[in-house]
């Protein structure tokens, strides 16, 4: 039996895979055990997203599990949804889904689909009923359900490619406190485990990144590619506080599994995706750094965007016109801008700086008599046409590759480039 979880947990607390951890225990206390549980996020630019849109699932043999068994499983699913829920959030719209291996196994190509939609773009409500009612799943919606559309798709993910997360969770009593973590413990471990595990410090800024903010009860997550290595970096870590458990979820994080090649003419609002183009006009920054550029394919142009926050806005300035890139990123709130969370540089156009001719007798830099006016030397006071003026090639300050935003402001999904040669 495949059971999904999703949208149970609002911004002022609860996340979904600790009500996911909450139930699986309930399971062990009964003697059900379940397959390693799922993490996966879902497409990033949806607006009504808690905030990292992702949906849980894991799975329970069916083989022999009674009827009674199984009106169990419901009963302790439904009761801990319902008790941990934070209904009281207008964005909160839980829902559940059980299905069987059966159902799943048949009907894995629908929910695939589904998955790839529901990861790059906008699915709604009514799309995931009729999934649903086509698949004989056992849905149960709270409030407007918008739930359902996570559980769907989460079922859906391949994990063509796929990592680990290793979650902590705090006790309750700390819930909201500041995290206790010996942070020189976390670089130790960076220093030994980096590749393998990723995005739990900032070297730059020299600051741990690996903990969420706020009221929710994880104390910490630690991402890598195998279960191997995240176990490895928990072993290294000196916590100063008490933990409550841990679980390690296998999820579609840093995959890019979101992105999507698109020509711009296919962009709709909150897609994510890949396009490619030439950048047609120089950047312009405003406040914060935020740097703005467009771009165009041939099919049609667009305004791209990189936010103060990272190190990108820099990369963008540095563009010019005629320089080919393909941007990594999606459309968020503003529907006619493109947020870029990778930049890569296809070819860098050549940039040059008009220089005065030096005179041929007395070999120093000649005047410029105006605009179009052409040269004289100060000195022997020769004068040049104004086609003898110098073009001098600019170094570029940018190279032909990918540069990513730096950890702590990467999205979920965002591979990172230490994982592309994997
Ligand atoms: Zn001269």
């Known amino acids: 039996m495949f059971i999904a979880l999703d949208d149970t947990d609002s911004t002022e607390g609860m996340c979904t895979t600790y009500l996911t951890c909450l139930i699986l225990r309930k399971f062990k206390e009964i003697n059900l055990i379940a397959d390693i549980p799922n993490l996966v996020r879902l497409n990033p630019n949806i607006p009504y997203k808690t905030r990292g849109n992702g949906a849980c699932w894991f799975h329970i043999d069916d083989n022999n599990l009674s009827g009674e068994r199984k009106k169990e499983i419901k009963t302790i699913v439904l009761d801990l949804l319902k008790k941990y ?18 159902n799943f196994k048949i009907n894995f190509e629908i929910l695939n689909k589904f998955y790839k939609k529901a990861v790059s773009e906008l699915c709604t409500i009514e799309e995931a009923d009729e999934i649903s009612g086509k698949i004989n799943a056992t849905a149960y919606k709270f409030k407007n359900g918008r739930g359902i559309v996570g559980c769907l798709a989460c079922l859906g993910c391949d994990f063509s490619d796929l990592t680990y997360e290793l979650l902590i969770y705090r006790t309750e009593e700390n819930f909201g406190k500041e995290r206790m973590i010996d942070e020189e413990s976390v670089f130790e471990m960076h220093k030994l485990l980096y590749p393998g595990t990723y995005d739990n410090v900032n070297e730059e800024e020299h600051k741990l990144v690996f903990m969420p903010h706020g009221k929710d009860p994880i104390l910490c997550g630690i991402r890598g590619n195998s279960i191997e290595v995240v176990n490895k970096a928990f072993s290294l870590i000196k916590f100063n506080e008490e933990i409550s458990f841990t679980r390690i979820f296998r999820t579609n994080q840093h995959t890019d599994a979101h992105l999507m090649f698109k020509k711009i003419s296919e962009l709709k609002q909150y897609d994510a995706a890949i396009v490619a183009g030439t950048v047609i006009e120089n950047p312009k920054r405003i406040a914060k750094g ?21 190190r990108l806005k820099n990369i963008a300035f540095n563009l010019v016109k005629g320089d080919k890139v393909r941007l990594y990123g999606g459309i968020e709130s503003h529907k006619d801008t493109f947020n870029i969370e990778k930049i890569e540089i296809l070819e860098l156009a050549k940039i040059y700086k008009k220089e005065n001719p030096v005179c041929p007798n007395c070999k120093i830099r000649m005047k410029s008599e105006g605009t179009n006016k052409g040269f004289q030397c100060k000195n022997c006071k020769l004068r040049l046409k104004n086609d003898a003026v110098k073009f001098i090639e600019v170094p570029r300050n940018l190279k032909q590759e990918i540069y990513e935003v730096e950890p702590g402001h990467r999205r979920h999904l965002s591979k990172q480039l230490c994982r592309y040669k994997i």
């Open 85 to 102: 829920s934070r209904f009281e959030d207008e964005n909160t719209n839980p829902a559940c889904v059980f299905l069987d291996d059966e």
């Open 290 to 310: 935020h740097t703005f550029f467009k771009i165009s394919d041939g099919t049609a142009t667009f305004t791209c965007a990189a936010y103060g926050v990272t």
